[in-house]
Each structure stands twice: as C-alpha cells, then as structure tokens.
C-alpha cells in the first residue's frame, strides 16, 4: 500500500490569492491525480500528473488555474490560483500503486487525506 | 462518458443490522471495474471493495458484499453485521479497463444508530 500526506491540512484563504497544496508520497508511483470535492459533493478529477510529462486536464479545468507541478515519483503540488468563494472545496490527491490481494493483484488506487480550502 | 449514479443521497441502519446501497452505472465498455469507497469524517478515502467487469461471482470482504448485475448496469453494497465504525459517506466508482481515472457517483451517507 501506500501512505499520502498532504500539507496543508487546511486552509482559509482571502479572494484572489492563490494557495499551493502539497501532496507527498511514501513510495515512488508513476500516476498521479488531483480530485475536487465541492461542499457536500462527489469528487471531480482535475487532472492527471505523471512524472516526466505535463500534466493532462479534464474538461473544465485549465492550467492557469490549477498548475500542478510533478518534479519527482514522491511528490506533487497543486496550486489554486486567484481563488474566489467557489473554489472553497476539498482537494484530494491520490496514487496507483500495484497491490496483491488474494489470489490476485491489480491497481490500486489511494488516496491523501484531503486538504480542506475555505476562500473568503 | 461513464455515468455512475446512486439514487440513495442517506440512509439509516440500526446497528448489527444489514444494509444496502444501491449504485446504478452506464457505460458502452464491456471491460471495466468498480469500486465501492468509503469516506469517514476524518475524511481518508478507503477502498471497501471491488468487482472485475469480467468476473461473474460477486466480491466480497468480510462483512461487505456485492451484487453485481451487468446487464442492468447495477451494482449494490451490502454491509452485514453493521457497525458504528461503518458511519461515512459511501461512494460508487467507475472505471475503464486499461485505464486508472475514476468516476464516482454522488454518494451515500450512512448512519448506524445504536
């Protein structure tokens, strides 16, 4: 298995700053992703970060307002740029880690512990 | 695009009991897997259980199982024995074969009362 940290835990932040969230992980993983949890919501994938390559967006989140950075296999940041109230969410990160389980192994997907963003 | 559903926004259960969520999906593919998550207050996503596509027999862990009806693109959780630790929002996920993004569904909040 693999144990996800994040920092910050959480976080309240002003309109218009933005806030990086970290996302650290205990053994070396090639898929890496960022989820959103709205307020009582279902959580919505961001983006895929994979080391060694950009980062691929899903439809309706750009670049600008969510730069992701993935310098090694361990580690990974998102930043929320320019925040307003609606981003006020959950941030997950979450990795795929090859797991044996039974009589079988296959993908498995971890997640962190969430960071908890309140904008102002 | 994979939808996945879950028509059940709460549901309640006296301890010791047996529960079920329900998850409804609809997908072309006929290669895929699903999950079923549990989220607790503390907020740490955890894998509960999950069933190949491919694979008739229905999962099971421990006092969680599944039933799985691909035709009808259904896909429930029972929880058996239910506990007070089993107290969390309940996702269904999807997702494709060969491919590691998931889709979830709106979620379930499950309360054990004593």
């Known amino acids: 298995s693999a144990v996800i940290s994040q920092k910050p835990s959480r976080d309240i932040c002003q309109r218009g700053t933005s806030l990086t969230i970290q996302c650290q992980v205990d053994s070396q993983v090639t898929m890496m992703f960022w989820y959103r949890q709205q307020p009582g919501q279902s959580l919505t994938l961001i983006a895929t970060?994979?080391?060694?390559?950009?980062?691929?967006?899903e439809s309706g989140f750009v670049i600008d307002k969510f730069p992701i950075s993935r310098p090694n296999l361990t580690f990974s940041t998102l930043t929320v740029s320019n925040m307003s109230p609606e981003d006020s969410s959950i941030y997950l990160c979450?990795?795929?880690?090859?797991?044996?389980?039974?009589?079988?192994?296959?993908?498995?997907?971890?997640f962190g512990p969430g960071t908890r963003l309140t904008v102002l | 695009a994979q939808t996945v559903t879950q028509s059940q926004p709460e549901m309640s259960v006296q301890e010791a009991e047996t529960v079920t969520l329900s998850c409804t999906y609809d997908?072309?593919?006929?290669?895929?897997?699903l999950f079923w998550y549990k989220q607790p207050p503390s907020r740490q996503m955890i894998l509960v259980i999950r069933?190949?596509?491919?694979?008739?027999q229905n999962a099971t862990e421990n006092r969680f199982s599944v039933n799985f009806q691909k035709a009808a693109k259904s896909f429930s959780l029972k929880i058996s024995d239910s506990q007070l630790g089993d107290a969390a929002m309940y996702f269904c996920?999807?997702?494709?074969?060969?491919?590691?993004?998931?889709?979830f569904g709106t979620g379930t909040r499950l309360t054990i009362i004593p």
């Open positions: 996920a999807y997702r494709n074969f060969g491919n590691e993004k998931l889709t």
């Open positions: 069933q190949e596509a491919y694979k008739q």
């Open positions: 997908t072309s593919e006929s290669d895929y897997y």
């Open positions: 979450s990795v795929v880690f090859w797991t044996s389980g039974g009589q079988s192994s296959y993908n498995e997907q971890f």
């Open positions: 970060a994979n080391q060694g390559s950009e980062a691929t967006y």
